[in-house]
C-alpha cells in the first residue's frame, strides 16, 4: 500500500446514507444500477459478504426512483394488493433462505405488470437459493445477479478516514497503515473500529496513535471471541 494514502476515489451522493465510495469491488455493481431502468428483467439481485455495502448501494438506487424499502417477512406478513399503487419500485434487503416462496412470485408478478423494478440484496446469487417453487426459481435465475467483493485497501482506507472525520478525528498514516493491516474487512468492521477508537481516545484521553490501534484492535478481538 502506498504510504502516502491518498484516496483518490469518487464520491456518489446517497440518501440518509451518506457518501459512496465507487472502487473494483462495487464498479460492476454500481454500472448495473446506472443502466436502470433498461434492466433486462424486472429485477436485479445485488449479493456479496456481509458489510461489503449491499444496503448503502442500495440506497444509492433509492435516491434516484424513491423506491420503497421492505424486508422479505413483509412480503408474506401484507398482501401486495395493499401497497399503495404509486409503489413502483422496491427494494427487498437482506434475502435469504426460507422465504415465503408463493407470497414473493406473486409480489414479483405484481411489480412486473406495473411496469416497476426490484432490487435485491442478498449474501449469495439466486442460483444458489434452494427454491422449490419452479416459477419463481426461473424467474429469479433469469435475471441478472451482480457481486460485490469485500473491499480493498484503498476503500476501506478511504471509509475509515471518512467515518473518523465525520467523528472529527485525524489519523496518521502509520496507524491507518497498522489498523489496514489487521482488522476485518468490512464496512461494518470499520464503524466498529471507528466507534470504539473514539470511544477510548475519549473516555482515556489519549491521541489517535498505534498503541491506541493496538488495544482496540485486541478488545473488539476479544469480543468476538467471547472473552
Given at each position: 500500500?502506498?504510504?502516502?494514502?491518498?484516496?483518490?476515489?469518487?464520491?456518489?451522493?446517497?440518501?440518509?446514507a451518506?457518501?459512496?465510495l465507487?472502487?473494483?469491488?462495487?464498479?460492476?455493481?454500481v454500472?448495473w444500477?446506472?443502466?436502470?431502468?433498461e434492466?433486462?428483467?424486472?429485477?436485479?439481485?445485488?449479493?456479496?459478504?456481509?458489510?461489503?455495502?449491499k444496503?448503502?448501494m442500495a440506497?444509492?438506487?433509492?435516491?434516484?426512483?424513491?423506491a420503497?424499502?421492505?424486508?422479505p417477512?413483509?412480503?408474506?406478513?401484507?398482501p401486495?394488493?395493499?401497497?399503495?399503487?404509486?409503489?413502483?419500485?422496491?427494494?427487498?434487503?437482506d434475502?435469504?433462505?426460507?422465504?415465503?416462496?408463493e407470497?414473493?412470485?406473486?409480489?414479483?408478478?405484481?411489480?412486473?405488470?406495473?411496469g416497476?423494478?426490484?432490487?435485491?440484496?442478498a449474501?449469495?446469487?439466486?442460483?444458489?437459493?434452494?427454491?422449490?417453487?419452479a416459477?419463481?426459481?426461473?424467474?429469479?435465475?433469469?435475471?441478472?445477479?451482480?457481486?460485490?467483493g469485500?473491499?480493498?485497501?484503498?476503500?476501506?482506507g478511504?471509509?475509515?478516514?471518512?467515518?473518523?472525520g465525520?467523528?472529527?478525528?485525524?489519523?496518521?498514516?502509520?496507524?491507518?497503515?497498522?489498523?489496514?493491516a489487521?482488522?476485518?474487512?468490512?464496512?461494518?468492521?470499520?464503524r466498529?473500529v471507528v466507534?470504539?477508537?473514539?470511544?477510548?481516545?475519549?473516555?482515556?484521553?489519549r491521541k489517535?496513535?498505534?498503541?491506541?490501534?493496538?488495544?482496540?484492535?485486541?478488545?473488539?478481538n476479544?469480543?468476538?471471541?467471547?472473552?
Amino acid at each position: 500500500m502506498n504510504e502516502q494514502l491518498v484516496f483518490d476515489l469518487p464520491h456518489r451522493a446517497a440518501l440518509d446514507a451518506g457518501d459512496f465510495l465507487l472502487a473494483a469491488c462495487n464498479r460492476d455493481a454500481v454500472a448495473w444500477l446506472d443502466r436502470w431502468p433498461e434492466w433486462p428483467a424486472p429485477l436485479l439481485t445485488v449479493h456479496g459478504p456481509a458489510g461489503s455495502g449491499k444496503t448503502h448501494m442500495a440506497f444509492v438506487w433509492r435516491a434516484r426512483n424513491g423506491a420503497r424499502l421492505m424486508h422479505p417477512e413483509e412480503i408474506a406478513a401484507q398482501p401486495f394488493s395493499a401497497f399503495d399503487d404509486g409503489d413502483r419500485n422496491w427494494i427487498v434487503d437482506d434475502v435469504a433462505a426460507g422465504f415465503d416462496e408463493e407470497a414473493f412470485l406473486h409480489f414479483y408478478n405484481a411489480v412486473a405488470e406495473r411496469g416497476g423494478s426490484i432490487l435485491l440484496t442478498a449474501r449469495t446469487p439466486p442460483s444458489r437459493w434452494p427454491i422449490a417453487l419452479a416459477d419463481l426459481r426461473s424467474r429469479l435465475t433469469a435475471a441478472p445477479a451482480v457481486a460485490i467483493g469485500r473491499p480493498d485497501n484503498e476503500l476501506l482506507g478511504a471509509v475509515l478516514v471518512k467515518l473518523l472525520g465525520d467523528r472529527q478525528l485525524t489519523v496518521g498514516p502509520d496507524v491507518l497503515i497498522y489498523l489496514l493491516a489487521r482488522m476485518e474487512r468490512s464496512f461494518s468492521a470499520a464503524r466498529n473500529v471507528v466507534a470504539a477508537l473514539d470511544r477510548r481516545a475519549l473516555a482515556e484521553r489519549r491521541k489517535l496513535s498505534i498503541p491506541l490501534a493496538r488495544d482496540v484492535l485486541t478488545e473488539l478481538n476479544d469480543g468476538r471471541n467471547g472473552a
